[in-house]
């Protein structure tokens, strides 16, 4: 098992070049999967998780997620990065206090959004977002810790036409030290470069809304990283849940796709 150390160093350098991609599994089993298919890291989602537990999005407490982070960071050698929505405080020095339990789990970078603390449809105004960034900044650089820090505006989610309003957020919490920045919701050619020119030389990271567009083509644009959110858990809950309906219609027909439980004995064997 790589140490916590070694995870960090390996995702600082998958953010200095080229363009790499971080699925989002919900569980260990699902993170264990993404290892076995030779994924370079992860990334948690928090719609993902809450599912798992029977949640809605935004209705884990910290304490849900942070042992969900420490139980995925001991049992998969891929660097993490985590989903710590608007880190579960209002406050800039409450904020950098969780900053300091997300940095314990052994994750190796996380994601503060400018969404407000309890409300979903509520941003923090720019200033007091940079403000919070810095906070966790300085988190950070005081644990001595190589951990990657993720600024994430969520306008686009509410507003979507509002790019222009968005980078000069991105902008924004840059400069207020965030190592990563991330606007979900852009699409479009146009957009997404035009993204990526104002946050340079910082990464960007692009959530693959567009599904006609492929990896090489975000590469082209200067997209450093590009995930999925709670893409793979949806794709893995309708499967589930077509199976079922089939199963209370009175056929068994669902239950013949997917992996042997022979082929993921295997996948799994390995870990141990």
Known sequence: MNTTAEKRAKFRELHESGCFVLPN??????ARIMQH??????????????WTIGRPDYAVTM???????????????????ADFESGFAREPENLAANVDLIIDTG????????????????????????ERIRAARESINHSGSDVILVAR?????????????????????AEAGADCLYAPGVHGKRDIEAMVRA???KPL????????????????????RISVGGSLARVGWNAM???????????????????????LNKVFGGFY
């Open 63 to 81: 304490d849900d997620v942070l042992e969900h982070l420490v139980s995925l960071a001991e049992n998969t050698d891929l660097p993490i990065n």
């Open 37 to 50: 298919l030779g994924f370079k890291a992860i990334a948690t989602t928090s719609s993902g998780f809450a």
């Open 153 to 173: 505006t969520e306008r686009l989610l509410i507003e979507p036409s509002a790019v222009r309003e968005a980078i000069d957020t991105l902008v924004a919490l």
């Open 199 to 201: 946050v340079a030389p």
């Open 241 to 263: 849940i077509d199976a079922a309906i089939q199963m209370k219609a009175g056929s068994f027909n669902g239950l013949e796709s997917g992996p042997s439980a022979i082929d």
């Open 25 to 30: 599994p919900w569980d260990i089993g699902s």
């Open 107 to 130: 994750v190796s970078g996380f994601s503060i959004e400018d969404r407000m603390v309890d409300s979903n449809g509520e941003l923090y105004e720019r200033a007091e977002a940079a």
């Open 205 to 224: 990271n692009v959530l693959a809304l567009d599904t006609s567009m492929t990896v090489a083509e975000l590469s082209d644009l200067g997209v450093r």
